[in-house]
Nanobody
């Protein structure tokens, strides 16, 4: 019943910036934990960042700390990922996900921890 739609992907030069947006609708509550995952060709889907339903707790994988910034807006049911100093290794399909609780159960979740998913948006980093 929860619907998640990503937007903002595209081609960006290494060192540049890009902002991804996830729009939630349907049975979504604005207090559900939300996350960004990504999947490169030939790789498993990996966790990138998550934010608690009330915005009080934020987690990032080490590789994006200081470069990517996650945020959410309860008024519009949106979540954003601000990507700065993008690297070629960031090339992937980026997926928005939502959980069923307010807070995450782990700081390094797997895709199995999130039951609701968007269709993904492609980010390609050129050199």
């Amino acid at each position: 019943q929860v619907r998640l739609v990503e937007s903002g992907g595209g081609v960006v030069q290494a060192g540049g910036s890009l902002t991804l947006t996830c729009q939630a609708s349907g049975g979504f509550s604005n207090m559900q934990v939300m996350a960004w995952f990504r999947q490169s060709r030939g790789q498993e889907r990996e966790f990138v960042s998550q934010i608690a339903g009330d915005g009080t707790t934020i987690d990032y994988i080490d590789d994006v700390k200081g470069r990517f910034f996650i945020s959410r807006d309860s008024a519009t049911n949106t979540m954003r990922l601000l990507m700065h100093n993008i690297e070629p290794e960031d090339t992937a399909v980026y997926y928005c996900a939502a959980g069923t609780t307010k807070y995450a159960t782990t700081a390094s979740p797997s895709p199995l921890d999130y039951p609701y998913w968007g269709q993904g948006t492609q980010v390609t980093v050129s050199v």
